[in-house]
T-cell receptor, first 109, second 117 residues
Framework: KNEVEQSPQNLTAQEGEFITINCSYS?????LHWLQQHPGGGIVSLFM???GKKKHGRLIATINIQEKHSSLHITASHPRDSAVYIC???????????FGTGTRLTIIP | DTAVSQTPKYLVTQMGNDKSIKCEQN?????MYWYKQDSKKFLKIMFS???????INETVPNRFSPKSPDKAHLNLHINSLELGDSAVYFC????????????????FGAGTRLSVL
């Protein structure tokens, strides 16, 4: 079993829908990253969280350290949000990052 | 200016060859990483260097050897390439201090798609 699990693996939604992607992990972490990988392959770091909630534009990321769970929300989704979203956890005490398998999001116009 | 740049972007080569992928960052970061993304899009860390010193070395074949001539560069050399080495390789960097979470965001290069024939 992966130390980092994401759900769903694939998600298709209509433009304008509210999107939620979940990430659960089983190790002690110092931080959690949400990354976006575009269809062309480039990776962009969206958020780095250690507690609570962060918001950037239409993207919101939350983390619950006790429950070892994080969610990425997208409000008013748009076709340009179509990408693979990857959760990664930074292990406590070192530089190691463990990645989830990603969630492929497709937003239909 | 590109923050983390990798070259080449595409690399097609025959089995058994030796090849290198270069990575440079102009962010002044202390830590650099190499990741391998397989055909199922799963990202896995291979190496991490902090100030030119190896700090993470995951279980990768000895044919893979990272070289860090200075803290702005981390090159990946691969000997005796095999079919299973075909993947996209990503370089990344971060400020890297475990005592300062604000410095731990990683910045990725655009990736190098390696195809071994």
């Amino acid at each position: 079993k992966n130390e980092v699990e994401q759900s769903p693996q694939n998600l298709t939604a209509q433009e304008g829908e509210f999107i939620t992607i979940n990430c659960s992990y089983s190790v002690g972490i110092s931080a959690l990253h949400w990354l976006q990988q575009h269809p062309g392959g480039g990776i962009v770091s969206l958020f780095m969280l250690s507690s609570g909630k962060k918001k950037h534009g239409r993207l919101i990321a939350t983390i619950n350290i006790q429950e070892k769970h994080s969610s990425l929300h997208i409000t008013a989704s748009h076709p340009r949000d179509s990408a693979v979203y990857i959760c990664a956890v930074k292990h406590f005490g070192n530089e190691k990052l463990t990645f989830g398998t990603g969630t492929r999001l497709t937003i239909i116009p | 200016d590109t923050a983390v740049s990798q070259t080449p972007k595409y690399l097609v080569t025959q089995m058994g060859n030796d090849k290198s992928i270069k990575c440079e960052q102009n962010l002044g970061h202390d830590t650099m990483y190499w990741y391998k993304q397989d055909s199922k899009k799963f990202l896995k860390i291979m190496f991490s260097y902090n100030n030119k010193e190896l700090i993470i070395n995951e279980t990768v074949p000895n044919r893979f050897s990272p070289k860090s001539p200075d803290k702005a560069h981390l090159n990946l050399h691969i000997n005796s390439l095999e079919l299973g080495d075909s993947a996209v390789y990503f370089c990344a960097s971060s400020q890297g201090s475990v005592t300062s979470l604000a410095k731990n965001i990683q910045y990725f290069g655009a990736g190098t798609r390696l195809s071994v024939l």
